[in-house]
């Protein structure tokens, strides 16, 4: 008998709550019935009949759902097609997904610059502090600084941006951004997740402990002379496969940009509401933030194009800079956002005034480059606290996000594995976990704060994206680091491959399949070109199996909220 995970079952890895849906697809288009039985195999304690058979018009394949949500009990099981065929085992549980949340946030322990992590809290994945980050050059890029020449700043902390060594002030942007909507929107739960960080036994949440090591860095990035804030903080080139105490290159900060200020501004906006509580134990922080965001509004509008071009820059400048660009040709959603942070936090409508909310009738799906959906949120999550000219706009913002939820739910029952995610191939791209994590996001907010006859499904749907990330999906990974049977074990990430240890660090999220991924990273031992199916746990795919901070930051999120939803 061969108990081994078959590579035809795919299943969410981890488990299932009691009275959740609960679904399994095979590859298989001749598939009668299935077994649920205990995890020592001993009893059968629930068989089922397949449905429909379903084709995988991306990759041809046949797929099979299998569906036993009338089964209740808690306990560990496997499924099983035959003697032959079974899978590993899983939960069926209340707060299945808790380890989840706690290890996706810890994710962002590991990612600390400028601080050692000692075994305390790292445990085998203890390392050496790397990049001081005190001794940082202005780029000649940002000469038209008023700062005299030979500057030197400081600029230390925050958090590696992903499997490389550099802190971008864009990506930080949406990742604080969504970490800090996690307290807003479900503060119970989010407040009770315990890190085992250094902070752990402070009076803040960990969550906001975590937040705050990358806020305080951002804060740096800004030219207190003028309000602007640089666009990274960067080597020139990226590092070798290195530890980070090890990486030793000369750090720049370049050219401002109106997309980091702007980002910035959103996020210190926001902040600056999140943090007002904890006045006490963070005295004058909620202004300091609240004063950065005015500045860098400020700035922004009076520099609305100065867009960051790194080809032009380094056209221009020397040495030229060739890591990670976050480039962006259209700063008018990061403008939309930053003005709905600071008018929910001031309450004063000329932030409101300064911007067109609904340009056209699009919710586009966030994500680093897309903002314009932030501040949707934003409002319907501090509804009640807005002035008239922005209570008189809900109906229309909810409106908005409605059809986004529409959009992303409708068809999850009829696609290949029962997930939102994977409806379209354009699912596929750069960062696709990161995809299905935002559609989630999306799906709860609308969950949360609109009141169409969808909602149900809504919960739904974002409960079957964790189950798309975490294994039910064409290539049967798992995308979590150290969460699941079959996970990532070469993520394109500098520590896990530099620190000498098996396993990678764990609770980080894989950028995961992504249609065009070969052509990017050229990498060798791809096996498949259907997009669902591009994927390689290699460690030179770095357009497939990189890590990111704004990829954890919404799962984050997802099992965060669920947690928090799972009764409903
Ligand atoms: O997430 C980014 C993705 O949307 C882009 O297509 C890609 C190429 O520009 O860059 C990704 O971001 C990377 C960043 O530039 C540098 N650090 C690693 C990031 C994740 O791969």
Redesign the pocket.
């Known amino acids: 008998i061969i108990y081994g995970q078959s590579d035809s079952i795919r299943l969410n890895q981890l488990g299932y709550y009691p009275n959740a849906t609960k679904q399994i697809a095979v590859l298989s288009d001749s598939a009668k019935t299935f077994k649920i039985m205990t995890a020592d195999r001993k009893q059968v304690v629930f068989s089922g009949k397949f449905k429909d058979g379903r084709k995988d018009s991306l990759s041809g394949k046949s797929v099979q759902i299998a569906d036993f949500s009338a089964f209740t009990r808690p306990g560990k099981y496997v499924f099983a097609l035959s003697k032959q065929t079974q899978s590993e085992p899983f939960a069926i549980k209340a707060n299945v997904y808790r380890p989840l949340a706690i290890g996706s946030l810890k994710g962002f322990y590991y990612q600390r610059v400028s601080t050692p992590l000692p075994a305390e809290f790292a445990g085998e994945w203890a390392r050496p502090a790397g990049h001081p980050d005190t001794q940082v050059q202005i780029h000649p890029s940002a000469a038209s600084d008023k700062r005299p020449k030979g500057t030197i700043i400081s600029s230390p902390g925050g958090w590696y ?4 060594y ?1 802190k ?1 002030i864009v ?1 930080s942007g949406i990742t604080v951004g969504t970490l800090l909507s996690v307290l807003e929107d479900f503060p119970t739960t989010a407040k009770a997740l315990k890190t085992a960080i250094p902070e752990t036994d402070n009076a803040l949440p960990d969550l906001l402990d975590e937040t705050l090591w990358n806020l305080r860095w951002m804060l740096t990035m800004q030219d207190p002379n003028d309000g602007g804030v640089y666009h990274k903080l960067t080597n020139a080139k990226f590092d070798g496969m290195i530890m980070p105490d090890k990486a030793t290159s000369t750090r720049y900060v370049v050219q401002k940009s109106v997309t980091a200020a702007l980002d910035f501004t959103a996020v210190m906006a926001q902040a600056s509401r999140v943090l007002k509580p904890y006045e006490k134990q963070l005295p004058g922080l909620a202004d300091s933030c609240l004063q950065a965001a005015k500045l860098a509004w400020q700035w922004a509008e009076a520099n609305p194009n100065t867009l960051y071009d790194q080809d032009a820059m380094n056209k221009r400048f020397k040495p030229d800079v060739v ?5 962006d040709k259209d700063a008018s959603d990061e403008r939309m956002w930053a003005a709905t942070e600071l008018y929910v936090t001031t309450k004063d409508d000329a932030y409101y005034k300064a911007v067109k909310l609904f340009p056209d009738d699009k919710t586009p799906l966030p ?3 897309q903002v314009r959906t932030l501040a949707y949120y934003a409002l319907v999550r501090n509804a009640a606290s807005l002035t008239q000219l922005g209570k008189r706009d809900l109906p229309m913002v909810k409106r908005h996000l409605m059809e986004l939820a529409d959009r992303i739910s409708n068809g999850t029952e009829r696609q290949p594995y029962g997930t939102a995610m994977g409806q379209s191939a354009s699912d596929f ?3 696709s976990s ?1 995809e299905a994590a935002n559609q989630g996001i999306a799906l709860l907010v609308a969950y949360k704060y609109t009141s169409g006859p969808n909602k149900k499904q809504y919960l739904r749907s974002a409960l079957s994206n964790l189950d798309y990330l975490l294994g039910r999906n064409a290539i049967g990974y798992s995308f979590v680091t150290g969460f699941g049977t079959k996970t990532p074990l070469h993520p ?1 990430h500098r520590p896990s491959i530099a620190d000498g240890i098996d396993a990678p660090v764990p609770g980080l999220l894989s ?1 995961g399949t992504n249609a065009k991924a070969a052509q ?1 990273d050229k990498c060798a031992g791809y096996t498949s070109t259907a997009p669902d199916e591009v994927y390689l746990d290699a460690d030179c795919s ?2 497939s199996n ?3 901070i ?2 954890n930051a919404p799962l984050v999120y997802l099992t965060t909220a669920l947690e928090a939803l799972q009764e409903e």
């Open positions: 941006d992903a499997g490389d550099n971008y990506n890591t990670g660009a976050y480039g994500s680093w480059a791209i750069w960062g990161a394109h950028g990017q770095y357009a990189e890590i990111a704004n990829w």
